[in-house]
């Protein structure tokens, strides 16, 4: 086994995904970055040092079983690949609830045990990513809420159960965070709301998400496992407190 450590980020074409892997190779790790999208992962690979792409969809047993299989050394396992899709409860049919959990539940399942001969031979970790709406509800994310608060309780089995081989596993509950996204989709109505709601009163960035994914995968954090870090600028601490109550009145 090479003494350099190897970090497999999934989702890593954008995002945080993207912003862990150029985190993981600025402190001198060897980055896989795994995601469906080829031309967009073949696009920003070149610019991370010592990455290396992988083309797969964590939703297919299959190709998660390839793409694993070919591996000879594994540190860190971040499951980062998952996918939104929003609206009202009554509007989410069968067919976008099973396309939600299958990347973002069974995919992260998948690509964990698939990982778990490595992570075991390396003493590794996982690091899963869930969401803020894993912890506390949110309008519109009956099945992308869902799916992130299964995440968390996977996270806590894993650590239960792996860490008898000294396999750590840990997550991070990004709060809302400025990508590209969602600044195309969110209103400044949007924003403005998300502001009053955070008690720093801004987005995170993917950068800030990053970092805090790359200190749990990191030999700092040797004695942290089955923890859940809301990376969100406080906004789970305000519960459902109104923003206007949080302030003094005469």
Known sequence: MSTQKVALVTGAARGIGLATAQSFAAQGWNVLMLDRDHAELARVVADVPRATALDCDISDPDAVA?????????????????????????????????????????????????????????????????????????????????????????????????????????????????????????????????????????????????????FLASESASYITGQVLAADGGFDSTGVGLPALRKDTP
């Open 66 to 214: 390839a793409s694993f299989t070919a591996l000879d050394q594994l540190d860190c396992l971040v499951n980062n690949a998952g996918v939104a899709q929003f609206g009202p409860i009554e509007a989410c049919d069968f067919a976008l609830w099973r396309s939600v959990m299958a990347t973002n539940l069974d995919g992260t399942f998948l690509c964990s045990q698939a990982a778990l001969p490595l992570l075991k031979a390396s003493r590794g970790n996982i690091v899963n990513i869930a969401s803020i709406s894993g912890l506390r509800a949110s309008t519109l994310r009956v099945a992308y809420g869902t799916s992130k608060a299964a995440v968390i309780q996977l996270t806590k089995q894993q650590a239960a159960e792996l860490g008898e081989y000294g396999v750590r596993a840990n997550c991070v509950c990004p709060g809302p965070v400025r990508t590209k996204l969602a600044m195309a989709v969110h209103s400044q109505e949007i924003i403005d709301a998300y502001h009053d709601a955070i008690p720093l009163n801004r987005y995170g960035s993917e950068a800030e998400i990053a970092a805090a994914i790359t």
